[in-house]
């Protein structure tokens, strides 16, 4: 099970009891924001890419959306999707739960900047009904980010 995978990663860093389970679904941004009662902003999302045959994460803010033009310029290619079925093989978490830690090797994280506006922001953990809030300092950290990325419109400060 992946929140078990993620429960393991966050031992190493004895942050594992800072992940918030719950009885309802976060499988959402506006599920997760629901169920941890803040702005639909605040929820880290993971967006799942193929880039020159290898998958990538790009964490967004919840209401921010890929601009195609931005990102292209950024990746130099077109934003390709993973299907749900090569998230879980690919990546390592099944949609609704997909989030930075605990993935398979080789995956390369990216931070959009539309998060650089909060001071702490909610990822998954691996399950459909589970977050964590992280500064953007302990994102940085913990997600193994490659780098900052400006690819996404829509977000107001």
């Avoid at 976060?26 to 880290?44: G, M």
């Avoid at 290898?54 to 310029?73: F, P």
């Avoid at 099944?94 to 900047?113: K, Q, R, S, T």
Wanted: negative net charge; charged residues 30%; hydrophobic residues 40%.
């Amino acid at each position: 099970m992946a929140i078990e995978r993620v429960r393991e990663y966050f031992k190493k860093y004895n942050m594992e009891d800072r992940i918030q389970e719950f009885d309802v679904s976060s499988a959402t941004v506006e599920l997760a924001a629901k169920a941890l009662n803040c702005e639909p902003k605040r929820i880290a999302k993971s967006l799942s890419f193929m880039i020159d045959g290898r998958a990538v994460l790009v964490i967004t803010a919840g209401d921010a959306k890929v601009d195609n033009h931005k990102y292209k310029e950024r990746f130099k290619v077109k934003a390709k999707m993973l299907s749900p079925d090569e998230v879980e093989e690919l990546i390592g978490h099944a949609v609704g739960g997909v989030c930075p830690f605990g993935i398979n090797d080789g995956v390369e994280v990216y931070l959009d900047e539309s998060l650089k506006r909060f001071d702490t922001v909610f990822p998954a953990c691996g399950s459909a009904n589970s977050a964590i809030e992280l500064t953007i300092e302990e994102l940085e950290k913990y997600s193994g980010y490659k780098e900052w990325v400006d690819v996404c419109k829509e977000w107001f400060t």
